[in-house]
């Protein structure tokens, strides 16, 4: 079903735990980019002959499979772009210019760098502020990771103008109670973007009945093409914001005073796209729900059940280990410590035994560095990964351990 799992890493058979950075990519998914490249590859939305009519249509197909995918009222909500960090950058650069000094942007104490540095840069321009929703640990409450949304109450004032949740930590794998945020934001006024990356593989997510204004993610991490992202946006506040990039394909006219712009969505797509890696959503998506629905979905639901208990038990019950994001709302992404030994070694080790885990900041400085570390290892799975895998894992890990104590 997806090749790459049975290739080898190190010599070894391939223990792939790095879902939360990438996905590996499903047959259909990898026979589709061959086959467009060869069958329909030519610039879209340009051309009067069939090869690009072709590429078009798989391009705009493609817009279709992710609006039905997260139930966006229309074609017009969804704007592909490289990926979810430009997809925040575009919301940030342009909703921001109409902030003033004071404003508040408030992010969440569990954010990813690119939920957290385009909201400082565009706070920088114009003198606002970003507020961060701290989590248990920042506050000296507890150690779980979760963020204390308690404290949004008493945050939530005129002065502020967005706020960007994130839907699962990519570090803690917990879920944030997104729904209810949002209607509390709404309540006053205040839009709210999601940073869907990881939500978006763990959760069915319906952007309607969530209500956000703003959904972003990206295609490799839901068995996608690299260098493709999704903003989906409330028709209503897109038409509200400025161009973001200026170029073809998002202009009306052109002279050499004055631009008009082309109507949602291509207003936010200047320049080509990568419209080969965009259309391979159609087939990533299927796959996606595939994994989701039915015997399948049911079969990969309990096996997920099994790997939680499994991995939660096995990382308790070492008391070198301690683990960062613990509470039951909770996806299989495990990030640890164990004393004495640095994330990073702990790696090299797994990688010689086949077992690919990251190990770093994960692109959340702030919140690692929150529980007093510098460096974490992580294994994050996917709904293709097995129990085995798991067990695979933990005995490799000790392996590793009894090496570097
Ligand atoms: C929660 C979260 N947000 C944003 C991103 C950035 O995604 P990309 O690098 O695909 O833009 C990631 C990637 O790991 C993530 O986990």
Request: net charge negative.
């Amino acid at each position: 079903m997806v090749p790459a799992l049975s290739g080898k890493m190190s010599g070894e058979a391939l223990v792939y735990l790095d879902n939360a950075a990438t996905s590996q990519k499903p047959r259909q998914v990898l026979d589709f980019l061959g086959d467009a490249m060869v069958q329909s590859n030519a610039n879209v939305h340009r051309s009067m002959y069939e090869l690009s009519d072709r590429s078009t249509s798989l391009y705009e197909n493609a817009r279709e499979a992710v609006r039905s995918f997260i139930n966006a009222p229309g074609r017009e909500n969804i704007i592909f772009t490289s990926g979810t960090t430009s997809s925040i950058n575009l919301v940030a650069d342009t909703f921001c210019r109409r902030l003033a000094p004071g404003d508040e942007i408030l992010i969440e104490g569990d954010s990813h760098h690119s939920n957290i540095v385009p909201w400082q840069l565009a706070a920088e321009r114009n003198g606002a502020v970003v507020k961060v929703i701290p989590t248990d640990v920042m506050l000296g409450i507890g150690r779980s990771g979760r963020v204390v949304f308690e404290e949004l109450e008493s945050m939530l004032t005129d002065r502020v103008k967005i706020l960007a949740l994130t839907h699962i930590s990519n570090i803690t794998g917990l879920v944030n109670p997104v729904g209810e945020t949002i209607a509390k934001a709404h309540a006053r006024g205040i839009p709210v973007l999601v940073d869907g990356a990881q939500g978006i593989v763990h959760q069915k997510v319906d952007v309607q009945e969530m209500d956000c204004d703003f959904y972003a993610f990206s295609a490799h991490k839901i068995y996608g093409a690299t260098g493709v992202g999704i903003l989906y946006g409330k028709t209503q506040i897109l038409e509200t914001l400025p161009p973001y990039m200026g170029g073809g394909d998002m202009v009306e006219t052109v002279t050499y005073g004055k631009t008009t712009y082309a109507p949602l969505p291509l207003r936010f797509e200047a320049g080509t796209p990568n419209f080969t890696g965009a259309a391979s959503l159609t087939p990533a998506l299927e796959f996606a729900e595939f994994l989701r629905s039915g015997q399948t979905g049911k079969v990969l639901k309990e096996e997920e059940c099994r790997i939680m208990s499994y991995m939660a038990e096995a990382l308790a019950s070492d008391p070198d280990v301690e683990v960062y994001g613990t509470g039951v709302n909770k996806t299989p992404i495990f990030t640890f410590n164990i004393k004495g030994i640095n994330a990073g070694d702990l790696a090299q080790l797994l990688d010689k035994m086949g077992v690919a885990v990251r190990s770093g900041l994960m692109c959340a400085e702030p919140l690692i560095n929150s529980f007093g570390a510098n460096s974490v290892l992580r294994a994050s799975f996917a709904p293709y990964n097995t129990l085995d895998e798991a067990q695979t894992f933990i005995k490799c890990l000790h392996r590793a351990k009894n090496m570097l104590l």
